[in-house]
């Protein structure tokens, strides 16, 4: 297997690791005290996802964030929980530059489209069976 160094300094895409994990809910309250009560997480942050229509509660999960996004109305989170329910809607990998990450699906024919979080790049949905796999510089 390839070393951790490769992944960061010689793979085209610059992966320095999982970032987290984003996990759709239509009850954001009673999510955030469910996983709080199972996995004894603490709150890392509360903030707004606008291009979703959403807001993201973030738990530490080890060296990784898992991240509970719920709609905050009519919108495209909104759209994917009646069309998929409840569940994981993305994986969030952290690169070292989304300039790299940009150019290397651009080479493939693939374009990406904003990610979850401001920042971030993510491949669009249909190639992964509707899970957003995401790109993210921190």
Do not use: K
Not at 19 to 32: H, M, N
Request: proline fraction near 7%; charged fraction near 20%; charge should be negative.
């Amino acid at each position: 297997m390839p070393s951790s160094a490769y992944w960061r300094d010689e793979h085209p895409l610059g992966l320095d690791g999982l970032q987290g994990c984003t996990i759709a809910v239509s009850d954001q309250v009673s999510a955030t005290t469910d996983f709080q009560a199972l996995l004894e997480h603490e709150v890392l942050y509360e903030a707004p996802r606008p291009a979703i229509c959403a807001t993201a509660v973030g738990l530490q999960v080890g060296g990784a964030v898992l991240e509970l996004i719920a709609p905050d109305g009519d919108g495209p989170l909104q759209d994917h929980l009646i069309e998929h329910g409840e569940g994981i809607r993305s994986t969030v990998f952290r690169v070292i530059d989304l300039d790299r990450v940009q150019n290397h699906f651009a080479d493939l024919g693939i374009t990406l489209v904003p990610g979850t979080a401001p920042d971030s790049l993510a491949i669009p949905p249909e190639y992964h069976m509707n899970v957003l796999i995401e790109f993210a510089t921190h």
